[in-house]
């Protein structure tokens, strides 16, 4: 891979040179220090990711991406955030260009780290067609801010506490309302009615907030109509809790987050839903492969990536066993009324269990009803 950094010694420590230097064969390290110098190289021959620093001598970071997108649509676009900024969103002219944020200062494992993960899409998604149609797309999906920011909340902090949870929530008024709902509902209610954030926090437990408000920050924001909104976030929501209770404990998070997204590619234009009777021979590519790309652009981790790209088809999944692929597959087979791969099933030894998880799914529907 081919990566170009660009940026000044002012904004780059030398460590961090220092450890792009030695990267080795593995990857092809280029360093530019403005924006025409950058351009120059991308222009010159195709550069698989480029990441920008904020504050560059001639060219904004956002200048300089733009021009990227429209020259080498392909080109993976990583954008540096002052870690001052805190924890609001980039400007929202940066995130219409940028495929995905790290922090800077930039530490050198989270640079490898970022890097790892772009080697690990591009070997499961090998495709030039479809780096380019997602490239080429103006507006793309922004990445879900709150739902990562709460994510590395709960992964660095062992003392968050749900006062602390509920005031990130807080802040997204649309996404209180809706966890405030949620709360409320015949999935939770236990007979008290809930009106304040804390304490829906607690009835909904973390992770099921993270869904919700995963669904609500990758929803919200789409060109569709109220109806299609609501039916596409309930049924997401409906396969995410049925795909984490047909997987183990260690596994149902990830399971419940590749369900909630797997349908993810139907909010990006010029892609093909590969569930209508449209000809599959067609040049656009399908929405589960572009979701399951637009993850990896925002860095979701390679298990929900490969879940969502081979949902549709699971037994082209690298794991043998049933796993989150599979549970994702049978989530959304179940709650859209689609046919189950039983061949798959009986391969992975447990279609024995397809009833069962049948009844599990009717009575998440009839929940849904009851609270219609």
Sequence with gaps: MRILLVGDEASLSAELLEFIADLGEEWQPLTATDGQSAMGIVAGSPVDAVIVCPQ?????????????????????????VDAEHGNRPPPARLIGV??????????????????TSLEELRE?????????????????????????TLTQALEHDDDTNTADVAKLVAADPAIAAKVLQLSNSAFFNNGRIISDLRSAVTRLGLSTLRDLVLASEVFSAQPLSGAERNSLQQRALLASRLAAKLLPESSAELGATAALLADIGLLLPGVRN??????????RPGHA????????????PMPIIEAVAFH???????????????????????????????????RAGVLNKLPQWRDHANALMGLVASDA
Excluded: C
Aim: glycine content about 6%; aromatic content about 6%; cysteine-free.
């Design 274 to 283: 590969e569930r209508s009777a449209e000809d599959p021979a067609e040049n």
């Design 56 to 80: 560059l001598p001639d060219l904004n970071a956002t200048t300089l991406l733009g021009q990227i997108r429209t020259l080498r649509p392909e080109t993976i676009r990583i954008a540096l």
């Design 98 to 115: 940028a495929h995905r944020f790290l922090p800077m200062p930039l530490a050198p494992e989270v640079l490898l780290e970022a890097l």
């Design 289 to 300: 492969e572009a979701g399951a790309y637009l993850l990896g652009l925002w860095g979701l």
């Design 124 to 148: 499961l998604l090998d495709s030039a067609r479809l780096r380019s149609a997602i490239g080429r797309i103006e507006k793309l999906p922004s990445p879900p801010h709150l739902y990562l």
């Design 312 to 346: 549709l088809q699971p037994q082209r999944s690298n794991t043998r066993s049933f796993w989150v692929t599979g549970a994702v597959h049978v989530a959304l087979a179940l709650i859209n009324g689609d046919p189950v791969d039983e061949e798959y099933l009986q």
